[in-house]
């Protein structure tokens, strides 16, 4: 690969976008070439500089609200369109009748539905936690980038050992750990960064079986959860889903 | 049966395409930089979304598929607001290459704070201000942009490359000396 081609892929390079002969091809070039490889670093620090200060604008929570009852009605309506009854005299209380009863049958099964499941409740918290530990300033009570700072830290402070990972080769680099309360019990809490999002990783002990991540979204924050051998995992942030899925998986969710 | 069909349906919407809020926000506000419209936009697009969600089959990436359709409406919208337009119109290859950029230049742009960023991506062409959010904040592959804006892959690369080049020589100048 020539001077100048290594200028034309620079992008494409920087994006991991090359294919994996021209991808090398590179790379052997950067080592041969120092004015070259001092171009490309130059490059990649700007680069990664100008990203990280770009910002995320995040969607006002009363737009989200707005959405949320927008799309639920909007689905109820589609089959609800009105039929006309051309049913005459006795048959049309009969119909009536049948239709009351199904209505009451259909108003308790959406009040049995919007009861919110212990689960729904347990997400709730950890929304609430993960929002307090940004307000309160109290994200870490360990402040490392070392997972072997961070593990022997909750040792004596909680009644099991959590698994910390660091995942800054994925892009999530741990920052630190602090203990929390959540599901009625103290627990541990890691925090991870990806670029300027702050993701709090709650875990503890559970009695549950396995399970697939599952995601949501509460008050604007994405949430996963999934457990792993008889360890319950919250991964919540402001961070895009696809991206905290992504975390999830890193985990070996 | 059908009150368990309708669920499901909005269910599954409001798990799939519903996380992908903030995106969709984040290109439209982007996009026409400022929030009033990109409520609109995005209100408009979830309720489209919804109304085509037949035609959406699982396993698909919602994330793109949103996507393209908030960037449609944005298209659209800057159509009949060009007037506004206040954008850089110059020709990147008579500018500098990287090589001949001087290091005071390389150190205003890596100290470029998000203010200083916002009002340079704000001067960028439309397709570029696009490319650079699709790629540097949603972090999208190349292939997936190229669905999304449906444009050729090969058009992708080299989109990036000139809205970079762009973005980092309008940051290299001087405050003051913006008005290239």
């Not at chain 1, 402040?143 to 022997?152: G, M």
């Not at chain 2, 090969?154 to 290299?172: C, D, H, P, W």
């Amino acid at each position: 690969m020539s001077c100048q081609q290594v200028g034309e892929f620079l992008d494409a390079y920087l994006d991991k976008e090359l294919d994996v002969v021209a991808s090398s091809q590179f790379d052997r070039h950067l080592l041969e070439c120092s004015a070259c490889r001092a171009k490309y670093e130059r490059y990649a620090q700007m680069h990664e500089s100008v990203r990280a200060h770009m910002e995320y604008f995040r969607a006002p929570a009363a737009l989200e609200q707005k959405l949320r009852a927008q799309v639920s009605p909007s689905v109820r309506l589609q089959s609800e369109v009105p039929r006309r009854n051309w049913f005459p005299g006795w048959r049309q209380w009969a119909v009536a009748a049948s239709l009351a009863a199904v209505l009451l049958l259909t108003a308790l099964l959406v009040q049995i539905a919007r009861r919110p499941s212990a689960s729904d409740m347990l997400a709730q918290q950890v929304v609430s936690s993960h929002i307090r530990s940004l307000l309160a300033n109290h994200l870490s009570d360990v402040i490392s980038t070392d997972q072997h700072t961070v593990k022997p830290w909750f040792a004596g402070k909680l009644d099991f050992a959590p698994a910390v990972e660091d995942l800054a080769s994925k892009g999530f680099p741990l920052i630190g750990g602090r203990l929390d309360y959540l599901d009625n019990r103290t627990v541990a809490a890691l925090v991870y960064k990806r670029r300027q999002h702050t993701i709090n990783l709650f875990l503890w002990p559970s009695p549950e079986p396995d399970s697939t991540p599952r995601t949501l979204t509460i008050r604007g924050y994405n949430l996963v959860h999934w457990t792993h051998a008889h360890m319950a995992f919250w991964a919540v942030s402001d961070v895009n889903a696809s991206d905290l899925g992504q975390f999830a998986r890193d985990l070996g969710s | 049966m059908a009150k368990e069909v309708r669920n499901t349906r909005q269910e599954l919407f409001e798990e799939t395409v519903l996380p992908y809020l903030n995106s969709a926000y984040n290109l439209a506000r982007w996009l026409t930089r400022n929030q009033h419209d990109a409520e609109d936009i995005v209100q408009e697009a979830f309720l489209r979304a919804l109304r085509s969600f037949d035609t959406f089959t699982i396993g698909r990436d919602a994330r793109a598929w949103l996507l393209s359709i908030v960037r449609n409406s944005c298209r659209t919208w800057h159509r009949q607001n060009r007037s506004r337009e206040t954008t850089v119109d110059w020709d990147v290859d008579s500018q500098p290459t990287l090589a001949e950029w001087s290091d005071p230049q390389t150190l205003l742009i890596k100290n470029a704070n998000s203010e200083l960023i916002r009002e340079a991506m704000e001067r960028l062409p439309f397709e570029h201000r696009e490319i650079l959010i699709l790629r540097e904040l949603e972090e999208l592959s190349y292939k997936e942009i190229a669905q999304i804006v449906d444009i050729p892959l090969g058009t992708v690369m080299s989109r990036i490359s000139r809205a970079r080049k762009e973005l980092y020589l309008l940051l290299s100048q001087p405050k003051g000396e913006l008005a290239l």
